[in-house]
């Protein structure tokens, strides 16, 4: 079975594999950092700001690769939170890089976090003498889990929230219609793919503060009909928001839209697409300096850019799809036009007016007669709700 390369989201935004109890996935854990580690609900309610009546201003992150040498990908971040990471590079797994990213209010324990993933592969017959923890072709052997929900109880919780005082899962929902554009997306040719998303509520302490913590899974298990019992499964998307308990749902449309902001630069994905390209050929051995594969990439970067345009476009409408799909799960988010962009942007519900300017930050108030262009020298447009 050929390995296949893993989709537009999931190369940065997906968490670690975890580890439970079991044999295989005690082994799973020490690759993850032998790697570079480092619900039911109600509907949202409008975000704080929103409530007091204070303009909520988006501003953008950008995040560089030293590894590919340019800027990897930008995504909105409320002014004034503090980011840690950017993107992890795993060579010797069959993703090559993913998220590593953390994201926090310094003002409160609200976050979103995104930290690196490993892909797994499972034997289901035991005719093929794999040993659970080892690397096959670049995937840790682990046995897969029911579903996306599954997925979370029995490797994220016991490796990632280990130790978390009175841990508990508070509540799943199922994501269905997240998991059928998924699946739409990432079917290839002699392969059989099934998807499953959800929404995990977990509910601990933190220093004696009660937090609440959402985490959003989509799992993809594939197999081929030569191999029938030989599954891949990975992770498509995955990241966590977690706040104190009685204020994650209010903030739950502002940290749902950062996710749908990200936006993969068209030079990263390109290096990232050539890298793939180099590993696939054998030749990575030869130049892992990132210096070296900064330069490599380099020489043909202008031709990669221009047959790389058409694919990295539709990832992101694919990927704006799928934002829309997990933004319409919790409510509370918004879609408007792009005045500059002529683009869908997903904004935390809840407010009067939303403004951006060509520098790409957002303005959101619900002032009466609030305009950002007064004693401002940039231009600044309302948006319009789609």
Not at 205 to 215: F, L
Not at 285 to 304: C, L, P, T, V
Request: include cysteine.
């Amino acid at each position: 079975m050929r390995r296949a390369s893993p989709g537009f989201f999931a190369v940065l935004c997906q968490l670690a594999i975890a580890c439970g109890e079991s044999g295989e996935a005690t082994a799973l854990s020490a690759q993850a950092a032998a790697g570079g580690a480092r619900a039911n609900q109600t509907p949202a309610a409008p975000a704080p700001a929103a409530k007091a009546g204070e303009p909520l201003r988006l501003v953008p992150l950008e995040i560089h690769d030293p590894g590919i040498g340019t800027r990897a990908f930008t995504m909105l971040v409320p002014s004034g939170w503090k980011h840690e990471g950017g993107v992890h590079w795993q060579h010797q797994f069959s993703n090559l890089a993913s998220g590593d990213l953390k994201v926090k209010d310094p003002r409160s324990k609200a976050a979103l976090e995104i930290v690196p993933i490993v892909p797994a592969c499972w034997d289901e017959s035991g005719t093929l003498g794999f040993t659970p923890g080892t690397n096959y072709m670049g995937n840790v052997v682990a046995r897969p889990p029911r579903d996306a929900a599954d997925y979370v109880a029995q490797y994220f919780v016991p490796m990632l929230r280990q130790d978390r005082k009175n841990l508990k899962i508070s509540g799943s929902k199922a994501l269905p219609e997240v998991a059928r554009l998924v699946e739409k997306n990432v079917q290839e040719p002699s392969m059989r793919k099934t998807v499953s998303a959800a929404r995990v509520r977990l509910e601990y302490e933190d220093g004696g503060t009660p937090m609440a913590e959402d985490v959003y899974v989509t799992m993809v298990a594939s197999r081929s009909a030569l191999i029938p019992n030989y599954v891949l499964w990975s992770l498509e998307h995955q990241y966590a928001f977690r706040a104190e308990r009685d204020k994650l749902d209010a903030l739950e449309p502002l940290l749902q839209a950062m996710v749908a902001s990200v936006r993969m630069d068209l030079e990263w994905y390109a290096g990232y697409v050539q890298v793939v390209r180099l590993q696939q050929q054998g030749q990575m051995q030869s130049i892992r300096d990132a210096g070296e594969i900064s330069r490599r990439i380099s020489r043909n970067n202008d031709e990669m850019l221009a047959s790389m345009r058409s694919s990295w476009e539709e990832r992101q409408r694919s990927q704006d799809r799928v934002s829309q799909s997990f933004s319409e799960a919790i409510r509370g988010v918004e879609t408007y036009e792009h005045p500059f962009e002529s683009r869908p942007v997903e904004l935390p519900s809840g407010y009067d007016d939303a403004w951006v300017n060509v520098r790409g930050e957002y303005v959101l108030s619900n002032t009466a007669g609030y305009d950002p262009n007064v004693g401002d020298t940039v231009e600044w447009r309302r948006l319009s709700p789609k």
